[in-house]
C-alpha cells in the first residue's frame, strides 16, 4: 500500500547546526506521487512547508529544503542552520495529482533546537 | 481571521452517544476533506467531498457520515460512539494542491 515513513522523534539539535529528517515513501497506487513537508508550530494548525510534484526537483522554504528522488523513494528535509523558531513537529505527506486526492502522511517528526 | 473553523475545540462523549463535529471554510475552495489522528498514529485520511459530492471514502465504518448542507461546510456526525474513536479530527479544504487545516476537534470517548 502507500505509505510514508519519518524519522522517529523527537530530534534535538542545537541552534545554528545542520538537520536533516528522513522520509521515505512506497506509492504502490498513486502513478505520480506529490511529496509535501507540512509543519506544526507550538499553538497553531498544520501548515504547508514546501511541497515537489516532479521527480528530481527540489523544494524550499524558509531555509528547508527538500529533494525528490524517486530511485530511492525519499523527500529527505534539510536545514543548514537551525534556529530556535524552527522547533516545532514536522510531517513528511504523499498525495495524488488532483484537488480531491487525498494525503498520506508520516508519523511526524518532534524537532526540539536548543538555544 | 481564521479561515477554517472548527467546533468545537474539545468534546468529551460516552460510549454509544452520536456527535457531530462542524467544519466551515471561508477560503472559497470547492474540495473539503476529514482526517483524524489517533494517539501515536499518523494523519489518517478519511473522505473527501468537491462541490459537496462525495470522492473518496477511506473510512470502512459506516457510523462516520459527512454531512455537506453548504458548499463551505463539511461536517461529521459520528454514531455509536466507541473509546476507540478517541483522537482529534481535522478538517482541510482545497482548491488544487494545497490543503489547509483546520486547527482540529479533539474527541474523548469515555
Known amino acids: 500500500g502507500d505509505s510514508v515513513t519519518q524519522t522517529e522523534g523527537p530530534v534535538t539539535v542545537s541552534e545554528s547546526e545542520s538537520l536533516i529528517i528522513n522520509c521515505t515513501y512506497s506509492a504502490t497506487s498513486i502513478a505520480y506521487p506529490n511529496l509535501f513537508w507540512y509543519v506544526r508550530y507550538p499553538g497553531e494548525g498544520l501548515q504547508l512547508l514546501l511541497k515537489v510534484i516532479t521527480a528530481g526537483q527540489k523544494g524550499s522554504s524558509r531555509g528547508f529544503e527538500a529533494t525528490y528522488n524517486k530511485e530511492t523513494t525519499s523527500f529527505h528535509l534539510q536545514k543548514a542552520s537551525v534556529q530556535e523558531s524552527d522547533s516545532a513537529v514536522y510531517y513528511c505527506?504523499?498525495?495524488?495529482?488532483?484537488?480531491?486526492?487525498?494525503?498520506?502522511f508520516g508519523l511526524g517528526t518532534t524537532l526540539q533546537v536548543q538555544p | 481571521d481564521p479561515k477554517i473553523i472548527q467546533k468545537p475545540k474539545y468534546l468529551v462523549a460516552v460510549t454509544g452517544s452520536e456527535k457531530i463535529l462542524i467544519c466551515e471554510q471561508y477560503l472559497g475552495h470547492n474540495a473539503m476533506y476529514w482526517y483524524r489522528q489517533s494517539a501515536k498514529k499518523p494523519l489518517e485520511f478519511m473522505f473527501s467531498y468537491s462541490y459537496q459530492k462525495l470522492m473518496d471514502n477511506q473510512t470502512a465504518s459506516s457510523r462516520f457520515q459527512p454531512q455537506s448542507s453548504k458548499k463551505n461546510h463539511l461536517d461529521l456526525q459520528i454514531t455509536a460512539l466507541k473509546p476507540d474513536d478517541s483522537a482529534t479530527y481535522f478538517c482541510?479544504?482545497?482548491?488544487?494542491?494545497?490543503?489547509?487545516f483546520g486547527p482540529g476537534t479533539r474527541l474523548t470517548v469515555l
Open positions: 482541510a479544504s482545497s482548491q488544487d494542491w494545497e490543503q489547509y
Open positions: 505527506a504523499l498525495g495524488s495529482t488532483g484537488n480531491t486526492g487525498k494525503l498520506i
